[in-house]
């Protein structure tokens, strides 16, 4: 096999670990069905390679090494492969996926247009965990919002004169939990006085003067959450 055959294959080698990679990175943001593209290349690619391996090692000569020779090349393109694998149904199985923030109801944590990766995989939310929940018609139809958890099963939240009360067996007299939140000097609005039911949430959205949350809807149940915010990219 010649110099320049070999440069062009080595180039496509390193062009589809390329491509690997970034189909990795773009599995975690859209379904599989939009992957016939990331496919063929890969296939094509790793076709290419196997019959790199599997022909040019019939052009050896007797005293070659060929399996010594023509291992790195084997073992790169499982290594592509399994990167195929994994960014097809890697994010499916631990539970990733990707979201846009629509709207400043998370503001000034989350900013319009802003991507989340999520986690659905998670167990027992607490308080301060941003959360994708599910909402009914009384919010205006089957819909997924991000809002934060502002209070778990048993606790009380009291909402009077433009603050946001938290009462639980750690704290009898109540607290303000929006300190930990980052979020100081925050009015919420409304009025609430209630107990978290068992197996349910309260959550607000971080800019209390335009959100949809809680207030409107009442508690979710922790079925109807989706999946945990992680990071934003």
Avoid at 84 to 98: D, E, R, T
Avoid at 201 to 220: C, E, H, I, K, T
């Amino acid at each position: 096999m010649s110099i320049v055959v070999r440069f062009i294959l080595i180039v496509l080698l390193v062009c589809l670990a390329v491509f690997a990679l970034l189909m990795l990175l773009d599995a975690i943001r859209k379904p599989i069905k939009h992957k016939a593209l990331w496919i063929v290349i890969v296939l094509m690619g790793t076709i290419g390679q196997l019959l790199y391996y599997f022909v040019g090692s019939k052009q050896r000569t007797d005293n070659a090494a060929p399996h010594k020779r023509y291992l790195p090349v084997g073992a790169l393109v499982a290594i592509i492969v399994a990167l195929f694998g994994i960014g097809v149904f890697g994010p499916a199985v631990v539970g990733l996926k990707s979201y846009q923030m629509d709207g400043p109801s998370m503001e000034p944590t989350y900013h319009d247009g802003d991507r989340l990766i999520t986690w659905s995989n998670f167990l027992n939310p607490k308080p301060g965990d941003v959360v994708m929940v599910r909402v009914g018609t009384v919010a205006g139809g089957n819909r997924l919002l991000i809002k934060r958890i502002i209070a778990t099963s048993g606790e009380r939240v009291v909402i009077k004169d433009g603050t946001l009360t938290i009462f639980n067996d750690s704290s009898t007299e109540g607290f303000s939990p929006d300190s930990s939140f980052g979020l100081d000097n925050i009015r919420t609005s409304a009025t609430a006085d209630l107990v978290v039911p068992e197996g349910t949430v309260y959550v607000l959205g971080d800019n209390r003067a335009n959100s949809l949350d809680s207030r409107s809807f009442g508690p979710v149940e922790i079925s109807n959450i989706a999946g945990k915010v992680l990071f934003t990219y």
